[in-house]
């Protein structure tokens, strides 16, 4: 079986001011994140973990779905 590699972007941008850049000082789930940009708050390190994490998901369902049509099934 060979490996497949593929490219997954996951962005989160800010609210207040589109920029996609985000910094946080530990990546503890109750960290608070913020833009780099503007200073706004994004959320806490978990939130955002689970919203990239979920963003992932879907699209690794949508490639596969695409790639394999009707044979793929998610449970």
């Known amino acids: 079986m060979s490996n ?26 109750d960290s608070p994140v913020t833009c780099s940009n503007c200073g706004a708050r994004i959320g806490c390190w978990g939130d955002v973990k689970k919203a990239a ?12 779905k695409d790639d394999f049509g009707d044979a793929f099934r998610p449970q």
Do not use: R, W, Y
């Open 4 to 29: 497949t590699n593929v490219d997954i972007p996951v962005e989160i941008h800010c609210a207040k001011c589109g920029e996609k850049s985000l910094s946080t000082e530990t990546m503890q789930d």
């Open 53 to 64: 994490l979920q963003s992932v998901a879907k699209q690794i369902k949508k490639k596969l």
